[in-house]
């Protein structure tokens, strides 16, 4: 059987906090990480965009053979994956699967609640889907879910200003705006990979009851589980411990901003996704 990594997919570096889960958890496989930096952010662009950008990535990982995609990407996962799911993979890809991250964190988040009272914080995107409180009804029909979209966070982070002013007053605004929602919120969902990298100045503006809940280890989790599950899937991929980086856009910048999110050094590829 031709074995192949695992494929972690995001429009730019966040995908890198739930690699960096992944890998800690399951550091037994290969992984093949790409971010379409080129076309960052997807917070704010159309599902039909979204859509395209999404599908055309995932193309281009079962071009180089990968069993199993992992849209590390919220916006993706929310305005793609149902659709990719649903009516490409039978068509390109009947054997291969393409998973998301809104599910697998869904399914768990009301664990976290004693109040019963959920926050949400992501892109404007994955807030207007209303995909996880879509998801969390499924599982936790009596959880009362509050949303917040934060459009400014991602470029702050990207840019590295996080720190300045202007993105402190940025974040307790949002921070501030969510819990007059909702006073009764203990736990707040950070519905973005990016957002972990500002969890300090979030909580600064939170009081001691609230928690933050990332996703990389719940999605780590929920693969490990998955893959536990799919035997036929988990026989295809790959036990090297290799990784490889890919970006749409500039690797010097992919590698220096990267590092940041990963945790340590990264040396990327180029790719204009042509098949």
């Known amino acids: 059987m031709n ?14 906090t739930v690699l960096k889960e992944i890998t800690a958890l399951l550091p037994q496989y290969d992984y093949l990480y790409l971010g ?21 990535a995932v193309k281009w990982f079962f071009a180089k053979g990968c069993p ?5 990407c919220n916006t993706a996962s929310a305005k793609a994956l149902r659709t990719i799911q649903q ?15 809104i599910r697998p964190t869904a399914e768990v988040i ?3 609640s004693q109040t019963g009272h959920v926050g949400v914080m992501g892109t404007t995107g994955t807030v207007e889907s209303s995909s996880y409180i879509l998801e969390i009804q499924k599982k936790f029909p009596q959880l009362s879910v509050t949303q917040e979209a934060c459009p400014l966070w991602v470029p702050i982070i990207e840019n590295n200003e996080q720190h300045s002013p ?11 705006n969510l819990l007059h929602k909702d006073d009764q919120i203990d736990t707040i969902l950070l519905a973005c990979t990016h957002y972990p990298l500002i969890a300090g100045q979030i909580l600064k503006y939170t009081p001691k009851n609230v928690q933050l809940i990332s996703q990389g280890k719940i999605v780590a989790e929920s693969l490990l589980n998955y ?3 799919q035997q036929q899937i988990e026989q295809q991929c790959s036990k090297n411990q290799q990784l490889e980086f890919y970006t749409t856009g500039d690797v010097k910048d992919f590698d220096s901003h990267a590092t940041l999110f990963y945790g340590q050094p990264v040396a990327a590829k180029h790719t204009d996704l042509k098949l």
């Open 3 to 16: 074995k192949q990594p695992i494929a972690v997919f995001d429009s730019g570096y966040g995908g890198l």
């Open 36 to 56: 379409d930096n080129s076309r960052a952010p997807y917070g704010n662009k159309s599902y039909a965009t979204v859509y395209e950008y999404t599908l055309e």
């Open 68 to 72: 199993l995609v992992i849209l590390a």
């Open 87 to 101: 009516n490409d993979l039978p068509k390109i890809a009947s054997q291969k699967r393409v998973l998301g991250v």
């Open 110 to 112: 009301g664990n976290f």
């Open 166 to 176: 202007e993105a402190e007053n940025i974040i307790e605004k949002n921070v501030k």
């Open 227 to 229: 893959l536990q599950r």
